[in-house]
């Protein structure tokens, strides 16, 4: 497709030297315009991809015309074109807003190369703005699926502190989507075109750890041969998300707590200390009140990460939101693989919304890409589900013995996904010794790993 230049300039010869320069290339389609009343005119009555106009005209300037043009199409690459004794009128035109400068007399070499960088950055930066939109738009709370209380709560509430530069801590088992509301919070606030950072602290070592977090400089440690900026550093001005918070030692704790006090800090082996402006997102599957109590995790930093404090329930306590999650996999996985499955056969829901998911969302997903995968026409049946992961409704009346036995498992699910996992505290919380509850655990073939979904 040709790019339309409009060509603003007082001079006829210089317009039609340029116009006939430029034609030559059949990339461009050219006009021109005497001045800039002329100019705003053919603006307005049809699409441009760029305007190359003089400085010094009669009437309005270049100057005032580049003006509106940023004002009423903010979009349009701008190139002035000025004399060799104006150079400060082509400085003062880039701080308002011009792609570039040419001094006149304008080479044909130099025209080229000026108008081809000005049409491909604004194509970059249209293709970038288009990018940022589809994730603003892919992150928007309206795509977030669920129609359960708890979880139209939870977007109300996430809603809410999105346009706030409030610290978030969300809280949720593995799996329940903690890392999609974190992107959701900061894709609806006014940090938004700016930098979302995301940091696993439970997947480095500690020295590591610092490293990733705050950066190091060159020499500070072996293996150190440049300069490394951290991921704060990097998040400046955006947000930064830190996955797994309650894995950290208490030795990185402290480091941590100064950044959020007052958001200093230094590199490692770094003199200088830098200031960044971060909005800051923590999430964990554990409870971070309870790692307080146990010592295991700073009251002072708890504080500080539990300004506002999100809770995702587990999907267990959300089955009915089971088919349209379900339905969203079913599509996205379709797509995906290139298959036309559309619809899932109602005995599968059945048993999807049977299965106690330990997993959680995550879980479910990954359960709907294998049938896809596995499906054998249009609909998903029972054929198609991993038989492994999904359990199927009981087909007979229970026994007294076994009414009892599942009352005892459910008993103790509870009871270890209350304490987080922490067998001591389970077995003191039901009133019997941790080898009691051993037993219990390996009778009933019960592992704590299944249980909580690690």
Same mark, same amino acid.
């Given at each position: 497709?040709?790019?339309?230049?409009?060509?603003?300039?007082?001079?006829?010869?210089?317009?039609s030297?340029?116009?006939?320069?430029?034609?030559?290339?059949?990339?461009?389609?050219?006009?021109?315009?005497?001045?800039?009343?002329?100019?705003?005119?053919?603006?307005?009555?049809? !699409?441009?991809?760029?305007?190359?106009?003089?400085?010094?005209?009669?009437?309005?300037?270049?100057? !005032?015309?580049?003006?509106?043009?940023?004002?009423?199409?903010?979009?349009?690459p701008?190139?002035?074109?000025?004399?060799f004794?104006?150079v400060?009128?082509?400085?003062?035109?880039?701080?308002?807003?011009? =792609?570039?400068?040419?001094?006149k007399?304008? $080479?044909?070499?130099?025209?080229?190369?000026?108008?081809?960088?000005?049409?491909?950055?604004?194509?970059?930066?249209?293709?970038?703005?288009?990018?940022r939109?589809?994730v *603003?738009?892919?992150?928007?709370?309206?795509n977030?699926?669920?129609n359960?209380?708890?979880?139209?709560?939870?977007?109300?509430?996430?809603?809410?502190?999105?346009? $706030?530069?409030?610290?978030?801590?969300?809280?949720?088992? !593995?799996?329940?989507?903690?890392?999609l509301?974190?992107?959701?919070?900061?894709?609806? =606030?006014?940090?938004?075109?700016?930098?979302f950072?995301?940091?696993?602290c439970?997947?480095?070592?500690?020295?590591?750890?610092?490293s990733e977090?705050?950066?190091?400089?060159?020499?500070?440690?072996?293996?150190?041969?440049?300069?490394?900026?951290?991921?704060?550093e990097?998040?400046?001005?955006?947000?930064?998300?830190?996955?797994?918070?309650?894995?950290?030692?208490?030795?990185m704790?402290?480091k941590?707590?100064?950044?959020?006090?007052?958001?200093?800090?230094?590199?490692?082996?770094?003199?200088? !200390?830098?200031?960044?402006? *971060?909005?800051?997102?923590?999430?964990?599957?554990?409870?971070?009140?309870?790692?307080?109590?146990?010592?295991?995790?700073?009251?002072?930093?708890?504080?500080?990460?539990?300004?506002f404090?999100?809770?995702?329930?587990?999907?267990?306590?959300?089955?009915?939101?089971?088919?349209?999650l379900?339905?969203?996999?079913?599509?996205?996985?379709?797509?995906?693989n290139?298959?036309? *499955?559309?619809?899932?056969?109602? =005995?599968v829901?059945?048993?999807?919304?049977?299965?106690d998911?330990p997993?959680?969302?995550?879980?479910?997903?990954?359960?709907?890409?294998?049938?896809?995968?596995?499906?054998r026409?249009?609909?998903?049946t029972?054929?198609?589900?991993?038989?492994?992961?999904?359990?199927?409704?009981?087909s007979?009346?229970?026994?007294?013995?076994?009414?009892?036995?599942?009352?005892e498992?459910?008993?103790?699910?509870?009871?270890?996904?209350?304490e987080?996992?922490?067998?001591?505290?389970?077995?003191?919380?039901?009133?019997?010794?941790?080898?009691?509850?051993?037993?219990?655990?390996?009778?009933?073939?019960?592992?704590?790993?299944?249980?909580?979904?690690?």
């Amino acid at each position: 497709m040709q790019a339309k230049i409009l060509i603003v300039d007082d001079d006829r010869a210089v317009r039609s030297a340029l116009k006939i320069n430029l034609s030559k290339n059949n990339k461009y389609l050219v006009e021109t315009a005497t001045n800039a009343m002329e100019a705003l005119r053919l603006l307005a009555e049809s !699409t441009v991809d760029l305007v190359l106009t003089d400085v010094k005209m009669p009437g309005e300037s270049g100057m !005032t015309l580049l003006r509106k043009i940023k004002d009423r199409w903010p979009n349009v690459p701008v190139v002035i074109m000025t004399g060799f004794g104006s150079v400060e009128d082509a400085v003062e035109a880039i701080k308002m807003g011009a =792609s570039d400068y040419l001094i006149k007399p304008v $080479t044909k070499d130099a025209l080229f190369v000026v108008i081809e960088k000005a049409l491909e950055n604004n194509r970059i930066r249209s293709e970038l703005n288009d990018l940022r939109n589809k994730v *603003v738009e892919r992150y928007g709370f309206g795509n977030l699926i669920g129609n359960n209380a708890k979880m139209r709560e939870i977007y109300d509430l996430a809603s809410h502190v999105a346009a $706030t530069s409030a610290t978030v801590l969300i809280q949720g088992p !593995t799996g329940t989507g903690k890392e999609l509301l974190a992107h959701a919070i900061h894709y609806n =606030s006014d940090r938004k075109n700016r930098p979302f950072i995301r940091v696993n602290c439970s997947a480095l070592p500690e020295t590591l750890l610092e490293s990733e977090l705050f950066g190091h400089e060159k020499g500070s440690f072996s293996g150190a041969i440049r300069q490394h900026r951290g991921r704060f550093e990097l998040a400046d001005e955006g947000t930064i998300l830190l996955d797994e918070i309650g894995e950290i030692s208490p030795a990185m704790q402290v480091k941590l707590l100064r950044v959020l006090e007052d958001g200093e800090f230094q590199r490692i082996g770094g003199m200088e !200390t830098l200031k960044v402006d *971060v909005r800051i997102i923590a999430a964990t599957n554990r409870i971070l009140s309870q790692e307080v109590e146990a010592g295991r995790f700073r009251q002072d930093l708890f504080y500080r990460l539990n300004v506002f404090t999100i809770q995702l329930p587990p999907l267990r306590e959300r089955t009915d939101d089971i088919p349209l999650l379900a339905e969203h996999f079913l599509r996205k996985y379709s797509a995906k693989n290139k298959k036309r *499955v559309s619809r899932l056969h109602p =005995s599968v829901i059945r048993q999807l919304m049977n299965y106690d998911w330990p997993g959680n969302v995550r879980e479910l997903e990954h359960v709907i890409e294998k049938a896809v995968i596995m499906a054998r026409s249009k609909e998903i049946t029972e054929v198609d589900l991993p038989k492994p992961k999904v359990k199927p409704a009981p087909s007979t009346p229970k026994t007294l013995a076994q009414s009892l036995r599942d009352c005892e498992r459910e008993v103790i699910i509870q009871a270890i996904r209350a304490e987080n996992g922490v067998q001591a505290r389970a077995a003191k919380a039901l009133g019997i010794s941790r080898s009691n509850l051993n037993y219990r655990l390996n009778k009933l073939k019960l592992k704590v790993p299944e249980i909580m979904g690690w």
